[in-house]
């Protein structure tokens, strides 16, 4: 019989893992949805091995006390869509925090999760930005789909593609919308929307370092690293860096 495409794609992968040295599950978040997160996984052929406790040789080597661009630079997807925004950013003359906070705001997006993106990705960076910079990045989640003409920010198009016309935001994000606009920084997340372009000019290359300064001045860098320092998001740091381990 024929194997599905989901058969060969774990086939594959099981090839794939038998070549590492360790065993490699991985976590439910990363395939539900691909697979019955209730179905029981498939027995690995385990004699002898270890599992997966540390780093992926799958992966680049991260220096041992990671910094913010070392995660931008072998953790991250590709970032021309945040450097793009934060140079546009400086460009309207916005001040340094806001240009941090469009240069942060998609991090989840490029290195842990999609789904509510901007909730964990102000998680992420909480313990290190101005606090207006994470309440920023956790409300542009919700400011994104609501349109403010006082700023010239309309519903983007690509909203209509993505999810179509008839898309209508959850009553929750309604709701965190209402309070968003009440808030007092309520400005900073706007412009973190109004520099959230995706219209980009393909070659237009923007250079990480070209925000070295303002990150400088603006994340509290750990100098344990990111993922060592015991904050209340080190966790994350530490997932993003070990995607694959056991436990
Ligand atoms: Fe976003
Ligand atoms: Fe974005």
Same mark, same amino acid.
């Given at each position: 019989?024929?194997?599905?495409?989901?058969?060969?794609?774990?086939?594959?992968?099981?090839?794939?893992?038998?070549?590492?040295?360790?065993?490699?599950?991985?976590?439910?978040?990363?395939?539900?949805?691909?697979?019955?997160?209730?179905?029981?996984?498939?027995?690995?052929?385990?004699?002898?091995?270890?599992?997966?406790?540390?780093?992926?040789?799958?992966?680049?080597?991260?220096?041992?006390?990671?910094? &913010?661009? $070392?995660?931008?630079?072998?953790? #991250?997807?590709?970032?021309? !869509?945040?450097?793009?925004? *934060?140079? =546009?950013?400086?460009?309207?003359?916005?001040?340094?925090?806001?240009?941090?906070?469009?240069? &942060?705001? $998609?991090?989840?997006?490029?290195? #842990?999760?999609?789904?509510? !993106?901007?909730?964990?990705? *102000?998680? =992420?960076?909480?313990?290190?930005?101005?606090?207006?910079?994470?309440?920023?990045?956790?409300?542009?989640?919700?400011?994104?789909?609501?349109?403010?003409?006082?700023?010239?920010?309309?519903?983007?198009?690509?909203?209509?593609?993505?999810?179509?016309?008839?898309?209508?935001?959850?009553?929750?994000?309604?709701?965190?919308?209402?309070?968003?606009?009440?808030?007092?920084?309520?400005?900073?997340?706007?412009?973190?929307?109004?520099?959230?372009?995706?219209?980009?000019?393909?070659?237009?290359?923007?250079?990480?370092?070209?925000?070295?300064?303002?990150?400088?001045?603006?994340?509290?860098?750990?100098?344990?690293?990111?993922?060592?320092?015991?904050?209340?998001?080190?966790?994350?740091?530490?997932?993003?860096?070990?995607?694959?381990?056991?436990?």
């Amino acid at each position: 019989m024929a194997m599905t495409s989901l058969e060969r794609a774990e086939a594959a992968e099981h090839a794939m893992s038998q070549e590492l040295d360790r065993i490699v599950v991985k976590s439910v978040i990363y395939t539900s949805g691909d697979r019955d997160p209730r179905q029981p996984l498939p027995p690995q052929q385990s004699q002898g091995r270890l599992y997966m406790m540390g780093h992926d040789p799958r992966l680049p080597l991260m220096p041992e006390k990671p910094t &913010l661009f $070392d995660f931008f630079k072998y953790r #991250f997807g590709p970032s021309a !869509h945040v450097l793009q925004s *934060a140079r =546009l950013a400086k460009k309207n003359g916005v001040s340094e925090k806001i240009v941090l906070a469009c240069l &942060l705001h $998609d991090i989840s997006v490029m290195g #842990f999760i999609r789904g509510d !993106h901007g909730y964990w990705g *102000a998680q =992420l960076v909480e313990p290190y930005v101005d606090e207006e910079v994470s309440w920023a990045i956790r409300h542009h989640q919700v400011l994104r789909f609501f349109a403010d003409e006082s700023y010239g920010y309309k519903y983007p198009d690509s909203y209509i593609r993505l999810f179509g016309a008839d898309y209508q935001p959850e009553p929750h994000i309604q709701e965190a919308y209402r309070r968003a606009r009440e808030h007092k920084w309520y400005e900073t997340c706007r412009l973190i929307t109004v520099n959230d372009l995706y219209a980009f000019d393909p070659n237009v290359r923007v250079e990480l370092e070209e925000f070295t300064d303002v990150v400088g001045r603006h994340f509290k860098q750990p100098k344990e690293g990111l993922g060592f320092d015991q904050s209340p998001s080190a966790h994350m740091w530490r997932t993003m860096n070990h995607p694959t381990k056991y436990l």
